[in-house]
């Protein structure tokens, strides 16, 4: 890729993070710094972003459009689990274990993502821990939030079902 156009790229995903209230606290330095170490993509409407065992090998974060998360049910019909929407994450999970992705994701509206690479995070962790920490910081608040959320919806269920 010429110089330009990977300039024009991270001043891109730099400009799409600085819209995500996740890194609302970081400064213009470091979000610099984290858009070369990421990148942006976009989804037509359908399109899947990973499907349920993929291999795990990045997150992301939907600056706007719709994606939908589904699990396949034991009876193999697609279950809704959530609708994402701008400021939503996906995926925090594989830059923590890389694990096979547990759930599909499909655009239901054309939507632009930022992503993190593991690889990504971890050149970005090598040569700026301080703010390597910060991510994981921030991606380990987004995981204790979504296991509360489940936490709390798997206690209604099991209180429903008495």
Known sequence: MPLNAM???????????????????LNVDELSVLARHMSYIQLQRGEHLFVEGDQGTFMGFVVNGILEVQKRSETGENITLARLTKGSSIGEMALIDKSPRSATVIAKQAAIMVTLTDRGFDLLADKYPALGIKVIRKVARLLSLNMRRTSSKLADLMQSSL
């Not at 790229?9 to 600085?18: A, G, K």
């Open 7 to 25: 300039r024009k790229s991270e001043e891109q995903t730099r400009s799409f993070l600085e819209n995500l209230p996740i890194f609302s606290s």
